[in-house]
C-alpha cells in the first residue's frame, strides 16, 4: 500500500519555539507538498518541492521553511512558532513528470497547536 | 491566479437522496479537475478527476462533467449512503492543485 507518514499526529508547542514537521513517503515520488488546513479556509499550498533539494514557495510562505535532502522526505519548519501557526498541516506527494495526469497522495495530518 | 468556488456547507441529506455540490473555477487555460474526499479522521483522497473537456470522472457512483463553456465540475451522486459523510474538496490545476474550502455533506440514516 502506498504511504504518505507524517511523524506526529498531535503537537502542542509554546511560542517561538522551532518546530519541525517530517513527512515520508515511499512511493519514489519527486513532487512533494505542504498544505495547512483551517475552517473556512479550505487548504492552502505553504511550499513545494520538485525535486531533491528543490523549494518554491507557495501561497502562503510567510513564517515557514522547507528542507528536502533526500527524495523521500520533506520537513516543513516553523523558525518561531506564533499562534496564528495553529492549525492541522497535510502533506502530500504525486508521481514524476506532470501533476496533472496523477493524483496526490496526503499523509494524515498534523495537528499543531501554539500555545 | 487560479481560483476555485464551491458551495458552502454543510449539506445535510437522507440516505438515498440525490446529491449535487457545485464547483466552478477561474484559470488561464484549461486545468485538469479533481474532486478530493476526506473521511472523518483521515486525510485527503482522490475521488475522481478529468483531465479535458467533456470528461466525466466516475467512481464510487460519484460523477462530475468538465464544463468548459461553464467552467464547472459540480459532482453528484445518484443515492448517498451513510458512509458518504465527508468533507469533498474541488480542486482545479496546472503545476499545483488550488482547493475549494471543501463541502462537509452529512448523510442521516
Known amino acids: 500500500d502506498v504511504k504518505v507518514t507524517q511523524s506526529s499526529r498531535y503537537l502542542v508547542k509554546r511560542t517561538g519555539e522551532k518546530v519541525f514537521l517530517e513527512c515520508v513517503q515511499d512511493?519514489?515520488?519527486?513532487?512533494m507538498f505542504w498544505y495547512r488546513q483551517d475552517p473556512g479556509l479550505g487548504l492552502r499550498l505553504i511550499y513545494f518541492?520538485?525535486?531533491?533539494?528543490?523549494?518554491e514557495k507557495g501561497d502562503i510562505p510567510e513564517g515557514y521553511s522547507v528542507s528536502r535532502e533526500k527524495k523521500e522526505r520533506f520537513s516543513l519548519i516553523l523558525e518561531s512558532a506564533s499562534t496564528n501557526q495553529t492549525s492541522m498541516y497535510l502533506c502530500a506527494s504525486s508521481g514524476s513528470g506532470n501533476i496533472l495526469t496523477g493524483e496526490l497522495f496526503f499523509g494524515e495530518g498534523s495537528r499543531l497547536t501554539v500555545l | 491566479g487560479d481560483s476555485v468556488t464551491q458551495m458552502e456547507g454543510p449539506v445535510t441529506l437522507s440516505e438515498e437522496a440525490f446529491l449535487t455540490i457545485n464547483c466552478t473555477y477561474t484559470a488561464t487555460g484549461y486545468p485538469s479537475l479533481f474532486w478530493y474526499v476526506q473521511y472523518p479522521g483521515e486525510g485527503l483522497q482522490l475521488l475522481l478527476k478529468a483531465t479535458k473537456a467533456d470528461d466525466k470522472g466516475s467512481n464510487k457512483g460519484f460523477e462530475a462533467t468538465y464544463r468548459k463553456e461553464t467552467t464547472s465540475f459540480h459532482l453528484e451522486k445518484g443515492s448517498v449512503q451513510v458512509s458518504d459523510s465527508a468533507v469533498y474538496f474541488c480542486?482545479?490545476?496546472?503545476?499545483?492543485?488550488?482547493f475549494g474550502t471543501g463541502t462537509r455533506l452529512l448523510v442521516s440514516p
Open positions: 512511493m519514489d515520488h519527486e513532487n
Open positions: 480542486a482545479p490545476g496546472f503545476q499545483k492543485l488550488v
Open positions: 518541492s520538485y525535486d531533491v533539494k528543490m523549494k
